[in-house]
């Protein structure tokens, strides 16, 4: 059982495509398997243009402490399955990463073709770890910025994430709640999410639980009173009351008033109590029932809502002046319903000091050049201004910042659009972090333990952009550009390669 379980946990960090240890095996044949290498997880665009929030970092740490303590034994056990060129199935076997990683910290707001995480490494070991670091960062990256989407409509309503039954397999039901509350959810309903990152869960009741008293308005008052009778003193006393089983207006809510009354809960209950609508019209049948309970004298009760809802139907919820008082969302965020494929791509940016370059026909496919880092750039009322992307060695424009002196921050394709940052009308942050190095954890990788604290990080960065570049709907373009040497050390290699094509 131990045996399998540690299989299990291996298969994650070799959750491969069989092409990346192909090549591998090629490099180990040409003995350039330790040449050191620097690759890059980036996006290219996101749902609505706009940014997107980052999570999966922790996750993907996690592969390389699996990756180093797992015994050379148990990996040839799992590799010499699938592996069959001896020398390559040596070299897995012995593998540990001795590599740099950096990263964005989980809840950074990012924007596209920054590097989220970098990984420095000798060839083969950064190689391998494409596949399962994007499988991580792809997945909990859309649902955290769907999160971020959807809590930004709900403003400053609550919305709690319970879409587990629709996501796409254990791993997805459990990080993808971890991703949905670093993006802004409030509550979530997964029991093991609760158990992993310590964000306790919530839940009420189903449909079938009244069901399961009969049918008609004597069972669903029958399921009330139970409900109530056992869930007030308990830990979690949480009192919601699912009243559209039969029919919200003539059943449901008078049922739901009358059991509260009957068992003694009213305004002065310490818990939090209410209804749950969920099928029908919301906006209509939730002013009625608001109209119900306070004139019943339950004006603290809270109005729960659902029934496939997103960012768009929230909106109208409120343009509708719909009294409710939050907001559940299940596979709209659980698995990122309108935008799914995050997009996210994991390509080398150089090879033993030597920055290489991706050109392609679509502008967008072109990659930056060389191992970067990022800086955010504020005005003196602390909001975003602008991103920019350096090298980490040898730039002008990166000394310019550390010391807080005059630089020009430019458009890549526009000369024309250029902005000229005065000392001491600025400041400065660096969104890269060192998480790994040399093959060990640094101090900074145990802040990741904590998903609530990683919410706090994201929403205390949304302040800090504008509102017009936090719009659901055509988001005022945010400022992201490439330094003056990076900028010519990309141009200089597209005219390298443009001069081939020309001879």
Same mark, same amino acid.
């Given at each position: 059982?131990?045996?399998?379980?540690?299989?299990?946990?291996?298969?994650?960090?070799?959750?491969?495509?069989?092409?990346?240890?192909?090549?591998?095996?090629?490099?180990?044949?040409?003995?350039?398997?330790?040449?050191?290498?620097?690759?890059?997880?980036?996006?290219?665009?996101?749902?609505?243009?706009?940014?997107?929030?980052?999570?999966?970092?922790?996750?993907?740490?996690?592969?390389?402490?699996?990756?180093?303590?797992?015994?050379?034994?148990?990996?040839?056990?799992?590799?010499?399955?699938?592996?069959?060129?001896?020398?390559?199935?040596?070299?897995?076997?012995?593998?540990?990463?001795?590599?740099?990683?950096?990263?964005?910290?989980?809840?950074?707001?990012?924007?596209?073709?920054?590097?989220?995480?970098?990984?420095?490494?000798?060839?083969?070991?950064?190689?391998?770890?494409?596949?399962?670091?994007?499988?991580?960062?792809?997945?909990?990256?859309?649902?955290?910025?769907?999160?971020?989407?959807?809590?930004?409509?709900?403003?400053?309503?609550?919305?709690?994430?319970?879409?587990?039954?629709?996501?796409?397999?254990?791993?997805?039901?459990?990080?993808?709640?971890?991703?949905?509350?670093?993006?802004?959810?409030?509550?979530?309903?997964?029991?093991?999410?609760?158990?992993?990152?310590?964000?306790?869960?919530?839940?009420?009741?189903?449909?079938?639980?009244?069901?399961?008293?009969?049918?008609?308005?004597?069972?669903?008052?029958?399921?009330?009173?139970?409900?109530?009778?056992?869930?007030?003193?308990?830990?979690?006393?949480?009192?919601?009351?699912?009243?559209?089983?039969?029919?919200?207006?003539?059943?449901?809510?008078?049922?739901?008033?009358?059991?509260?009354?009957?068992?003694?809960?009213?305004?002065?209950?310490?818990?939090?109590?209410?209804?749950?609508?969920?099928?029908?019209?919301?906006?209509?049948?939730? !002013? #009625?029932?608001? *109209?119900?309970? @306070?004139?019943?004298? &339950?004006?603290?009760?809270? =109005?729960?809502?659902?029934?496939? +809802?997103?960012?768009?139907?929230?909106?109208?919820?409120?343009?509708?002046?719909?009294?409710?008082?939050?907001?559940?969302?299940?596979?709209?965020?659980?698995?990122?319903?309108?935008?799914?494929?995050?997009?996210?791509?994991?390509?080398?940016?150089?090879?033993?000091?030597?920055?290489?370059?991706?050109?392609?026909?679509?502008?967008?496919?072109?990659?930056?050049?060389?191992?970067?880092?990022?800086?955010?750039?504020?005005? !003196? #009322?602390?909001? *975003?201004?602008? @991103?920019?992307?350096? &090298?980490?060695?040898?730039? =002008?424009?990166?000394?310019?910042? +550390?010391?807080?002196?005059?630089?020009?921050?430019?458009?890549?394709?526009?000369?024309?659009?250029?902005?000229?940052?005065?000392?001491?009308?600025?400041?400065?942050?660096?969104?890269?972090?060192?998480?790994?190095?040399?093959?060990?954890?640094?101090?900074?990788?145990?802040?990741?333990?904590?998903?609530?604290?990683?919410?706090?990080?994201?929403?205390?960065?949304?302040?800090?952009?504008?509102?017009?570049?936090?719009?659901?709907?055509?988001?005022?373009?945010?400022?992201?550009?490439?330094?003056?040497?990076?900028?010519?050390?990309?141009?200089?290699?597209?005219?390298?390669?443009?001069?081939?094509?020309?001879?």
């Amino acid at each position: 059982m131990e045996a399998n379980r540690v299989l299990t946990d291996f298969a994650r960090v070799i959750n491969s495509d069989r092409y990346q240890y192909t090549e591998s095996d090629i490099f180990i044949m040409e003995n350039s398997q330790e040449r050191e290498a620097v690759f890059d997880m980036f996006f290219r665009k996101t749902e609505d243009n706009g940014f997107a929030v980052v999570s999966g970092v922790k996750e993907v740490i996690d592969l390389i402490k699996i990756l180093n303590e797992t015994s050379e034994e148990e990996k040839r056990k799992y590799f010499q399955e699938i592996i069959h060129e001896p020398k390559l199935l040596d070299y897995l076997s012995k593998l540990r990463f001795t590599g740099d990683l950096y990263a964005m910290r989980e809840g950074e707001i990012v924007y596209a073709n920054e590097p989220v995480i970098s990984i420095k490494a000798p060839l083969v070991q950064a190689k391998i770890l494409e596949t399962p670091l994007l499988n991580i960062m792809n997945m909990q990256m859309a649902i955290a910025t769907k999160a971020s989407r959807v809590t930004r409509a709900a403003y400053p309503l609550e919305v709690s994430s319970f879409g587990s039954r629709r996501a796409h397999g254990f791993d997805s039901a459990v990080s993808g709640t971890k991703a949905s509350i670093i993006g802004g959810c409030t509550s979530h309903s997964n029991l093991v999410a609760e158990y992993k990152y310590g964000v306790p869960s919530v839940g009420t009741m189903a449909h079938s639980y009244i069901q399961t008293f009969g049918v008609g308005k004597k069972a669903e008052k029958e399921a009330f009173d139970m409900f109530i009778k056992y869930r007030r003193e308990r830990k979690a006393n949480a009192l919601i009351l699912l009243i559209d089983t039969y029919n919200t207006m003539k059943i449901g809510i008078k049922n739901a008033i009358k059991s509260f009354k009957d068992n003694g809960i009213d305004d002065n209950y310490p818990g939090v109590y209410g209804v749950r609508i969920d099928s029908g019209d919301l906006a209509y049948l939730s !002013k #009625k029932c608001r *109209a119900e309970l @306070d004139k019943a004298g &339950l004006k603290k009760a809270k =109005i729960f809502l659902t029934n496939g +809802l997103n960012e768009d139907l929230i909106k109208s919820l409120k343009e509708q002046k719909a009294c409710g008082d939050i907001f559940g969302v299940g596979d709209a965020i659980a698995v990122s319903k309108s935008n799914p494929c995050f997009g996210g791509v994991y390509k080398i940016v150089e090879i033993e000091d030597q920055p290489v370059i991706k050109l392609s026909e679509d502008t967008i496919k072109i990659s930056n050049p060389g191992f970067k880092e990022v800086y955010r750039i504020y005005d !003196k #009322k602390g909001i *975003a201004y602008a @991103d920019v992307i350096t &090298l980490v060695n040898g730039d =002008i424009d990166k000394e310019k910042i +550390l010391a807080k002196e005059e630089f020009r921050t430019q458009d890549e394709t526009n000369e024309l659009k250029y902005s000229i940052l005065h000392k001491g009308q600025y400041s400065y942050e660096k969104l890269t972090r060192s998480y790994v190095i040399d093959g060990k954890f640094t101090d900074e990788y145990n802040e990741l333990d904590d998903v609530l604290k990683s919410q706090k990080y994201y929403l205390n960065k949304l302040k800090k952009i504008s509102n017009e570049r936090k719009r659901l709907e055509f988001p005022h373009k945010y400022k992201v550009n490439l330094s003056k040497d990076l900028r010519e050390l990309k141009y200089s290699l597209i005219e390298k390669v443009t001069a081939e094509v020309s001879e």
